[in-house]
């Protein structure tokens, strides 16, 4: 089972960025997914996760309408579109997968202890 991410960087304020996160191994659409993000000195934080067997969508209230999450299933990859990028948005991101049961485990809609599988992480930066 293997997650490689792909993307990240440095962007202005205002500006787009789109993560990838190649999986290996497990299936994505059957699968949980997910994206989650942490700054130095403080936990890492669930922005938004997805699985089509629960039927559940979620975004961090700080992201609505301008991260969007996606899997494209033919490659096996999901991605995180971020848009209106903020300076605030700055921090290492990482993708996540899960099976379908053990997704919600915690109870929770979008936390990190619920994901088995996790990407490599990748720094976004948006400064001007």
């Known amino acids: 089972v293997q997650l490689v991410q792909s993307g990240g960087g440095l962007v202005q304020p205002g500006g787009s960025l789109r993560l990838s996160c190649e999986a290996s191994?497990?299936?994505?659409?059957?699968?949980?997914i997910g994206w989650f993000r942490q700054v130095p000195g403080k936990e890492r934080e669930g922005i938004s996760c997805?699985?089509?067997?629960?039927?559940?969508?979620m975004y961090k209230d700080t992201v609505k309408g301008r991260f969007a999450i996606s899997t494209d299933n033919a490659k096996n990859t999901m991605y995180l579109q971020m848009d209106s990028l903020k300076p605030e948005d700055t921090a290492v991101y990482s993708c996540?997968?899960?099976?379908?049961?053990?997704?919600?485990?915690?109870?929770?809609?979008?936390?990190?202890?619920?994901?088995?599988?996790w990407g490599q992480g990748t720094q976004v930066t948006v400064s001007s």
């Open positions: 191994g497990l299936p994505l659409d059957t699968y949980a």
């Open positions: 996540a997968a899960t099976p379908p049961e053990v997704y919600r485990k915690s109870g929770h809609y979008c936390d990190a202890v619920d994901f088995a599988s």
């Open positions: 997805f699985s089509a067997t629960h039927g559940i969508t």
